[in-house]
């Protein structure tokens, strides 16, 4: 499946370089992970896990932060049985009824039409 992902997803970032991308520790890459604000998989020669970048974007006080909805759609695909594979395939997969990959929806602020989505792929 990664090579599917490594098609979709244009770059990746390791857990430390999030962190410092977050201005964060790494515990609280962790709890994000745990939280299912962000999902990844292992990939790459030494199978590091990793997430998209695109799961970033600016935060108003001028760094960066995981975008705010992403959290509610990862659980509605979680609910309906996707593996978080099949989560970043989905995300990052053009969405017909949207025009754009999902990610990029959220990005945009469609939260409402990615999760009406979300909720009919299952």
Request: no cysteine.
């Amino acid at each position: 499946m990664t090579t599917d992902l490594d098609a979709l997803v244009p770059r990746w970032l390791t857990l430390p370089d999030l962190a410092e991308r977050l201005g964060v520790e790494f515990p609280r890459v962790r709890a994000l992970l745990r939280d299912r604000a962000v999902v990844g998989v292992k990939r790459g020669e030494r199978t590091t896990f990793q997430v998209p970048e695109a799961f970033l974007m600016p935060a108003e006080d001028g760094g960066e932060e995981v975008i705010p909805t992403l959290r509610g759609t990862v659980l509605v695909l979680g609910d309906q049985g996707f593996a978080d594979d099949e989560i970043l395939e989905w995300l990052f997969t053009t969405e017909p009824s949207l025009g754009v990959a999902p990610v990029e929806a959220l990005r945009a602020g469609r939260r409402a039409e990615v999760r009406r989505v979300a909720q009919a792929v299952g």
